[in-house]
């Protein structure tokens, strides 16, 4: 073998990709070519200081958009299997209004993973402005309920306000963070209200908070070993008013079935 | 319309990608929001032509469509810029920035100065390749696809994967000690 061959069998000999023969005939010009040998150890070399470049990751945001798009795609995938052929400009319009929501969203996208009011803010806002305000729709909590198993790692308390004047419409996965959280969908009046129930370990200290972010009102708690945060658009005082029913039934035996039935004005 | 793969799947073997996804969407459009947006379209292409994945090298089929994304940006830029062959468009890129993307990790210690600078002139020299070459290049020592892979990626012969990463190589060689040799005044 001459040495313009043997150069050109180097590259591929590191990568692992010569037949036996040839590499059996390129070792043996390597045990006989100092010069083959000192290209060999220089590609090797470079070869290794390429490998030991810092892998860039993804920004936080990025993978957050990219997870949202896929909820709504395969939202869409389950929902209106064919979709696609009926409407294509439906699909499309909501394929725009999914990236519009995404811009908006991605404004309010927090820098770091933990629960802060501007993580929920940013998902109750996508929440509103895509289709995917809910991926089960349903009022039932027996129904909503068992839809999160395997969606979310843990099973998050889904309570019954149609009573208190809060239908239950339904219910989705959102990422908080990076944390499959569930997110349920209550109404009230013409507005909606967000709920986002995750554990938290007993010793977590979340104090009450409350406040006003962008138009959007917002309240966190902890009870029962879950953090519950609500944002909504409506005022701060229904918004109070909605987490005081919320932690009066959390604390009370369901009422019988016979009352749920029975309108409530106010 | 029936789908054999679930969005289940699709988020257990894709999903996982999407670092490596951005990376190559990085070194070919360089630090722009072009490259995020490439990738989060390649992720909503994927999804659309999931059914169509034959159920080996997620990666690979997933970097095959970000490449292909990446290429039609290129495309463009290179029509906007008024430049008829895309191989002049080469190169010339934004580029990723070295010092974006790892130096406020670093402490500031001697020796670690020393490889951090090596690395950024690795870096640069890997930035200057013409964006064929990149490409086998970073789908070889990044993400460590084979040559039979790395050909139905980017579509072409094995043999052509081949002498393309030679060239790289020697190119990446040439550029890195000519940089070394001119590279006491290089300031990070
Ligand atoms: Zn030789």
Same mark, same amino acid.
């Not at chain 1, 109750?124 to 309920?145: F, P």
């Not at chain 1, 239908?167 to 990422?175: A, I, Y």
């Given at each position: ?32 070519? $100092? ?65 519009? $929501? ?23 806002? $996508? ?140 | ?15 996982? &990608? ?12 360089? &630090? ?12 909503? %292409? ?20 970000? %490449? ?8 463009? %830029? ?6 008829? &062959? ?86 990446? %060689? ?11 005044? &290089?300031?990070?």
């Amino acid at each position: 073998m001459k040495c313009e061959k043997a150069l050109g069998l180097l590259g591929p000999r590191l990568d692992g990709e010569l037949s036996v023969n040839r590499e059996r005939s390129l070792e043996e010009h390597l045990s006989s070519c $100092a010069e083959c040998r000192h290209s060999l150890a220089e590609l090797a070399d470079l070869r290794d200081a390429l490998r030991m470049l810092p892998r860039i990751s993804a920004p936080e945001r990025l993978h957050q958009k990219i997870y949202a798009g896929f909820q709504a795609e395969a939202a869409r995938a389950r929902v209106h299997p064919i979709r696609h052929l009926l409407h294509p400009l439906v699909t499309h319009a909501g394929a725009l209004a999914i990236g519009v $929501a995404l811009a908006l969203g991605i404004m309010f996208l927090p820098k770091t993973t933990d629960g802060r009011p501007e993580s929920f803010l940013a998902a109750h806002v $996508a929440s509103l402005k895509n289709e995917q305000l809910t991926q089960i729709l349903a009022s039932d909590t027996h129904k909503v309920r068992p839809w999160f198993e395997g969606r979310v790692d843990y099973a998050p308390i889904v309570v019954d306000l149609v009573d208190d004047g809060y239908p239950l419409v339904g219910g989705r996965v959102d990422l908080i963070g990076r944390q499959k959280t569930a997110a349920l969908v209550y109404k009230w009046n013409a507005h909606v209200i967000n709920l986002f129930v995750t554990p938290t370990d007993e010793g977590e200290k979340f104090p009450v908070t409350e406040g006003t972010e962008k138009g959007f009102n917002y309240i966190g708690w902890r009870a029962r070993g879950f953090r519950f945060f609500a944002i909504t658009g409506a005022s701060g005082n229904s918004l109070r008013a909605f987490s005081q029913a919320l932690q009066a039934r959390l604390h009370i035996p369901k009422p019988p079935a016979s009352s749920a039935k029975r309108m409530k004005y106010q | 319309m029936y789908r054999k793969r679930s969005p289940r799947e699709f988020e257990k073997t894709m999903l996982p &990608h999407i670092d490596a996804a951005y990376r190559l969407a990085m070194w070919l459009l360089g &630090h722009s929001p072009d490259a995020e947006d490439a990738v989060q379209d390649s992720f909503v %292409r994927a999804f659309r032509a999931f059914d169509g994945w034959k159920g080996v090298n997620a990666k690979g089929w997933l970097l095959k469509i970000v %490449r292909n994304t990446c290429m039609t940006q290129l495309g463009k %830029r290179s029509r906007n810029a008024n430049v008829i &062959h895309l191989d002049t468009v080469s190169g010339d890129h934004d580029g990723i920035g070295f010092s974006d993307a790892c130096v406020d990790k670093m402490p500031l210690a001697e020796d670690v100065l020393i490889a951090a600078d090596r690395q950024a002139r690795l870096w640069a020299a890997v930035n200057s390749l013409p964006t064929d070459s990149i490409i086998v290049l970073i789908l070889r020592e990044f993400e460590d696809q084979s040559y039979k892979q790395i050909s139905e990626i980017v579509g072409i012969p094995i043999g052509t994967v081949m002498s393309r990463l030679s060239r790289a190589r020697q190119q990446l %060689r040439a550029r890195f000690l000519a940089q070394g040799k001119e590279g006491k005044n &290089h300031e990070m």
